[in-house]
């Protein structure tokens, strides 16, 4: 059974609840799945973790949380190479580059990427949290 480690930031809900739908998929397709808050995540319990999902949403000029998820990321991203990671988030407005920008850092770190970064503006619609779970299940079953 694979472990995972779903770490998030949110700031009005929208990505949270991306997290959540993202976990209960993790957990149907099988792994030993785990709901974390940036703050409560240490990059050094990485090495016990078969994979990552890491959702940040889009801050300011269309860039990750700058108080707790970019210094984590800063951290975190130093033991990525050839770890399984997928990115998601929220936007409300840009269309995007902050994740075009953090599929490509995550990329440079040497991470395995899985997809391109799954994206949902505002809130998640039924259809939005479906895709969520389906990333979760998707994700776990290429470990």
Request: charged fraction near 25%; proline fraction near 4%; glycine fraction near 12%.
């Amino acid at each position: 059974m694979s472990k995972v480690a779903v770490i998030y930031w949110s700031g009005t809900g929208n990505t949270e609840a991306m997290a959540q739908a993202i976990l209960a998929g993790a957990k149907e397709a099988g792994a030993d799945a785990e709901l974390f808050e940036v703050e409560s995540f240490r990059p050094s319990d990485m090495p016990t973790y078969d994979g990552f999902l890491f959702g940040c949403p889009a801050m300011g000029d269309e860039v990750l949380e700058e108080g707790s998820f970019e210094p984590f990321f800063a951290m975190a991203e130093k033991k990525l190479k050839d770890v399984p990671v997928a990115l998601f988030g929220s936007y409300g407005w840009g269309g995007g580059a902050w994740m075009e920008a953090w599929v490509e850092r995550t990329k440079e770190a040497g991470a395995k990427l899985f997809g391109d970064g799954l994206i949902i503006e505002n809130a998640p619609t039924e259809e939005g949290l479906a895709d969520c779970r389906k990333l979760g299940m998707e994700f776990v079953k290429s470990l």
